[in-house]
Nanobody, 115 residues
Framework: QVQLVESGGGLVQPGGSLRLSCAAS????????MGWYRQAPGKQRDMAAS???????NYADFVKGRFTISRDNAKNTVYLQMNSLKPEDTAVYFC?????????WGKGTLVTVSS
């Protein structure tokens, strides 16, 4: 079992920044992929960014150049630095862990971009 706890969401003005954190605990073994997905009201859940256990990253086109995913292996924590936020970035952001066909989700953290 893997437990994922997100934090760092909140209200931010357009153009602002936020950093999300995802603390993982339990049976964390390499190789794995961890990532951030987001879901706006009435829309599907989309992958925003992912990182593998060896540090390879992948970004959705809608966040490239604005968001950066990183990890701290010693803390089993993954971060999502979000800059130049736009109102359309408003969504619940979910942390995700995948390994060997098993995947786990956090409960999500709400990010609201509004003036």
């Amino acid at each position: 079992q893997v437990q994922l706890v997100e934090s760092g969401g909140g209200l931010v003005q357009p153009g602002g920044s936020l950093r999300l954190s995802c603390a993982a605990s339990g049976s964390i073994f390499s190789p794995y992929i961890m990532g951030w997905y987001r879901q706006a009201p009435g829309k599907q859940r989309d992958m925003a960014a992912s990182i593998t256990s060896v540090g390879n990253t992948n970004y959705a086109d809608f966040v490239k150049g604005r968001f950066t995913i990183s990890r701290d292996n010693a803390k089993n924590t993954v971060y999502l630095q979000m800059n130049s936020l736009k109102p359309e970035d408003t969504a619940v952001y979910f942390c995700h862990y995948w390994r060997a066909g098993m995947d786990y989700w956090g409960k999500g953290t709400l990010v609201t971009v509004s003036s």
